[in-house]
């Protein structure tokens, strides 16, 4: 893949992201700047700054004298970063029910009734891409460049994780019930009840992390 010349070392980061994102480039895995340089057939100048883009985004780490290395997410990386995501989302479902129009409800609406069509089908991708839009337009809504800001930047750190709650026993349905509880909030523009039920949901989603994790770990004793 050649990258082509405008805005450079932006193109060869969004490149390296969603690498790092699919898992082409692995958790752990060390970044080999020559072999990217032939690759994407640039110089180690605009690597080099892409480079310095996702370090800033907690996407790789740096070692001197050794290069650059994908960050991994550790589970107290996500005990610590859950709590955060929680309050901060939790906020914005606050604002969002504080500001939506009808309008906006109306598009909510169209978006809840895809999520409890995937849920009833157990269509987990077309559940996670609609789950997805769902957050990403309450955020919208909430209209603080600022919750978006931080939010989208932890957002990418627990992408390192490829996270799979929706797989823990019984989560799949407990999620559509728990995003229900926030559109209903929503609605009733109820801006305290609305925050509430989004933190609760972006706790149980560590819940269900932890288990998977423990099941793993009983697998494989």
């Known amino acids: 893949m050649r990258v082509v010349h405008n805005s450079l070392h932006e193109q060869v ?5 969603q690498e790092i ?12 700047e020559v072999a990217l340089c032939e690759r994407l057939a640039i110089s180690r100048t605009p690597l080099r700054e892409a480079l310095k883009v996702l370090t800033a985004e907690g996407l790789v780490r740096h070692e001197p004298r050794r290069g650059c290395f994908v960050n991994e997410v550790t589970e107290r990386d996500l005990d610590e970063i859950f709590p955060v995501i929680a309050l901060l989302e939790g906020r914005c479902a606050h604002e969002a029910a504080l500001r939506a129009s009808d309008a906006d409800l109306a598009a909510l609406e ?16 077309d559940y996670y891409d609609t789950n997805y839009a769902i957050h ?6 909430a209209d603080n460049r600022w919750l978006a800001q931080v939010i989208g930047d932890l957002r ?10 929706l ?9 559509l019930s728990e995003h229900m509880a926030v559109f209903a909030a929503l609605k009733a523009r109820d801006a305290e009840g609305a925050e509430a039920a989004m933190r609760t949901h972006l706790t149980r989603q ?16």
């Open 13 to 17: 980061a969004d490149t390296l992201r």
């Open 21 to 32: 994102f699919s898992g082409a480039l692995a958790p752990g895995s060390f970044v080999d």
């Open 110 to 125: 169209v978006l809840h009734d895809r999520l409890q069509k995937a849920a009833r089908h157990k269509r987990i991708v």
């Open 136 to 141: 990403e337009a309450i955020i919208t809504l």
């Open 156 to 165: 990418k750190i627990l992408k390192l994780a490829r996270l799979q709650q």
């Open 167 to 175: 797989h823990a026993p019984g989560r799949l349905e407990q999620s």
């Open 206 to 221: 560590r819940e269900a992390l932890r288990e998977l994790a423990r099941q793993q770990s009983r697998r494989l004793a």
